[in-house]
């Protein structure tokens, strides 16, 4: 699976949109990009994914570029709830695929 | 609630033991995952079971051994525990091939202390 670059953290404030940056440069034709999320020792929770289009949905939006290499997520109106580490991961969709954990974005929503 | 039940969900036990966690998948999924989670390594894969039968294997120590059942439900087995296993050990599970990419689906994990 390719890999990914994440800055290691960053801040919002409150109800204002958080755009999460993921760097994945040598990502394959057939690699998916997702993006899951952990709350303070929780289970990681699953956002959002996509292969090549923009994709939406009740949680956030996915906006991957047109050459793949590189993707944002976007909390529309992050609340102090979405305070947690942001994962974004590069994978082949198939059966024998799992996911491949770095170290993810620390995203600190301030009130 | 991701549909993911692992028990138990704290656990405290001596070097030397042997523990089993266990995870029940969501529902008609057939692929189970297992994850450990220390303070200094991050989510780590150990080993993915399909259907039974052993897919993919991580970091995984020669200590440990899972199993899938027919049911579908698995065990992750710790044997002649250390402190340095304590951690948090997350089971997910994942529907067959979709379209759209299969999703994995994580449990909120098993808190295994060795004291």
């Known amino acids: 699976d390719a890999k990914t670059t994440q800055p290691p953290s960053m801040d919002c404030a409150e109800g204002r949109a958080a755009n999460l940056p993921c760097n994945h440069s040598?990502?394959?034709?057939?690699?998916?990009v997702y993006w899951y999320r952990q709350i303070h020792s929780q289970g990681p929770q699953y956002i959002i994914h996509?292969?090549?289009n923009n994709e939406t949905n009740e949680m956030a939006s996915l906006i991957i570029t047109e050459d793949r290499k590189s993707s944002t997520l976007i909390l529309p109106h992050a609340t102090l709830r979405d305070t947690a580490v942001y994962y974004c991961?590069?994978?082949?969709?198939?059966?024998?695929?799992?996911?491949?954990f770095g170290k993810g974005i620390t995203l600190s929503v301030r009130p | 609630d991701s549909g993911v039940t692992q028990t138990p969900k704290h656990l405290i036990t001596a070097t030397g033991q042997r523990v089993t966690l266990r995870c029940s998948p969501r529902?008609?999924?057939?692929?189970v995952y297992w994850y450990q989670q220390s303070l200094d390594q991050g989510l780590q894969f150990l080993i993915q079971?399909?259907?039974?039968?052993?897919?993919a294997k991580g970091n995984i120590l020669e200590r440990f051994s899972a199993q899938q059942f027919p049911d579908l439900h698995s065990e992750l087995n710790l044997s002649s525990l250390e402190l340095g296993d304590s951690a948090l050990y997350f089971c997910?599970?994942?529907?067959?091939?979709?379209?759209?990419?299969?999703?994995?689906?994580f449990g909120e994990g098993s808190w295994l202390t060795v004291v």
């Open positions: 991961i590069v994978r082949v969709a198939g059966a024998n695929s799992k996911l491949t």
């Open positions: 040598t990502i394959s034709g057939n690699e998916y």
């Open positions: 996509g292969l090549k």
């Open positions: 529902s008609g999924d057939l692929s």
């Open positions: 997910a599970s994942s529907v067959l091939l979709v379209p759209s990419g299969n999703t994995i689906y």
């Open positions: 079971y399909y259907n039974g039968e052993e897919r």
